[in-house]
């Protein structure tokens, strides 16, 4: 129970960091997929793969720069650096395909 | 039955210096044991290696006679503090302390004069004090047998340091605890053992003597 905890505790201290970095992410994605010759996928699924690789990647080396000390917090309940960022991405990972998936049964990508 | 904690044949070095040469630790519970050291001498490094999350040439680490390669990963074994903050800073005090301690054991954890008003405060606005305190009361209060503590009293005033060492005292009745600090004054008051990394090696220590002999501190500081 208290690593589920900490585990949740983790994938929160990303969550501002990756939903605002994909966005910027997704934007510079976006207009660089329109310059291709085929049409790009509606920017809502640019955004929410962003949120699934590219934001989470992004905050996991801005922790690695400037908040290293705090992955102590984990260790010292037995949970590791390694284990964190797997669950982490694979919480994204989940998420964002079963929300692309429901975009496109609703017809809104 | 007190549990014991050994780290033994440490060898490490940074791109081809040596800083730890063979070093064997032992520490059982009931002991501080103060670990002094010029700077650089390698003694946060040694408190990494011994708690596993720093990689090391050679190392044998055993708690209870079962070998560890990153003790860290056995809940309850080992915790450490390492010489900077690591709370998250999103979190508030209460919320911090019930993830490592359990709901049950907030009440009797707050009742204390400097974190009873700060139940609600984000660790982001404790002053660096409070928030070494925080960080110590709650690992020393972790059902854990070894707490690591690396610079424990830097950066704390001596109201608080003086509570920190009733603690320390406290707690090494169930604990075996290693701690290493500058303020070696502090380091000699509330250890029960000594050692001096020296030269990569380690050197045990019996008196204020040995360490001017060591070159630790200067003859005029012998009071």
Redesign the interface.
């Known amino acids: 129970m ?1 690593r589920l ?2 585990y949740w ?1 983790f994938f ?2 990303t969550l501002v960091f990756n939903l605002a970095s994909s966005v910027l992410l997704a934007i510079i994605i976006y207009m660089a997929l329109k310059i291709m010759p085929d049409p790009p996928p509606p920017i809502q699924v640019v955004y929410i793969k962003c949120c699934m690789f590219g934001g989470p990647i992004l905050c996991f080396l801005y922790n690695e720069m400037s908040r290293k ?5 984990y ?4 949970v ?1 650096k390694i284990s964190l960022i797997v669950v982490t991405l694979s919480t994204y990972v989940i998420t964002g395909y079963l929300l692309i998936n429901i975009l496109r049964y609703a017809k809104l990508a | 039955m007190p549990n014991l904690l050994e780290i033994d044949s440490v060898v490490k070095s940074y791109y081809g210096r040596s800083v730890l040469t063979d070093i064997y630790v032992k520490c059982e519970t009931g002991d501080i044991l103060g670990l002094l050291g010029r700077n650089g001498s390698g003694k946060s490094t040694l408190l990494k290696i011994l708690f596993g999350t720093l990689s090391a040439e050679r190392k044998f680490i055993r708690i209870d006679g079962k070998i560890y390669d990153q003790p860290y990963k056995s809940l309850n074994e080992i915790c450490y503090l390492p010489q900077h903050s690591f709370l998250p800073k999103h979190l508030n005090v209460e919320r911090t302390v019930e993830i490592y301690l359990g709901k049950g054991q907030i009440a009797g954890f707050m009742d204390d004069p400097v974190l009873s008003i700060l139940r609600t405060t984000k660790i982001s606005q404790l002053s660096g004090g409070e928030l070494r305190y925080l960080e110590i009361k709650m690992l020393l209060h972790i059902d854990c047998k070894f707490v690591l503590l690396d610079e424990p009293f830097n950066g704390v005033s001596p109201i608080l340091v003086g509570k920190i060492k009733k603690i320390i005292l406290k707690m090494s009745e169930f604990k075996g605890i290693i701690l290493t600090d500058h303020d070696y004054r502090n380091v000699l008051n509330v250890a029960n053992r000594f050692c001096l990394i020296y030269d990569g090696g380690i050197k045990k220590i019996n008196n204020m003597e040995e360490l001017v002999r060591w070159g630790y501190i200067p003859e005029s500081r012998i009071e």
């Open positions: 208290v905890t900490l505790e929160k201290s000390e705090e992955y102590y917090f260790f010292n309940r037995g590791s």
